[in-house]
């Protein structure tokens, strides 16, 4: 199974190829990946809570769709450990729209014949990320009165899976 690469390597913000399109001419992307994140909105959305706290970034950056997952997995877990199903609402404000491509390059005996230098070097599809301006909101968890702690918590614990440094505020 092939490894993904090191988040530092798609870090930096550029410009986003999302084109796609049903005539194939007019697509920018010719291929376009599974998303991974399962869920965006987790938890009783119907309720009504009393307070909301939100993580937001501190730089721009870009934040791949497998930490994102993580993050959805980590805090949803803690929070219908701790607090049950139905007595919070969580949800990701970000989707990874950009895609994300490599150019293959190989090295050792009969490289020559493999590689095609800069030639076609657009390179293929590994995966998708979302595009993150600095003071932006990632992710959101709404609850009752007396939870706070626990949802704090929560976002703390998914903001360690993101590569970036994020603060909770709340609304």
């Not at 870090?11 to 999302?18: D, V």
């Not at 997995?73 to 219908?80: A, K, P």
Request: proline fraction near 2%; charged fraction near 30%.
């Amino acid at each position: 199974m092939a490894k993904v690469r090191k988040g530092c390597a798609y870090r930096r913000l550029e410009r986003p190829y999302t084109r796609h399109s049903k005539y194939k001419r007019a697509s920018f992307v010719k291929a376009k990946p599974n998303i991974i994140v399962v869920k965006f909105d987790m938890g009783n959305a119907s309720k009504d809570y009393e307070e909301k706290l939100e993580l937001k970034v501190k730089e721009s950056i870009q934040i791949r769709q497998n930490s994102i997952e993580a993050a959805r997995q980590t805090c949803n877990r803690y929070l219908e450990k701790t607090l049950g199903k139905g007595n919070f609402h969580f949800r990701i404000r970000i989707y990874p729209h950009h895609i994300l491509r490599e150019n293959p390059l190989a090295s050792g005996a009969g490289a020559d014949r493999m590689s095609t230098g800069m030639k076609c070097s657009f390179g293929k599809v590994i995966g998708a990320a979302a595009q993150v301006k600095k003071g932006q909101t990632v992710l959101e968890v709404r609850y009752n009165k007396g939870q706070k702690l626990v949802a704090k918590e929560a976002l703390r614990r998914a903001s360690q899976k993101f590569s970036c440094s994020c603060q909770t505020v709340e609304v």
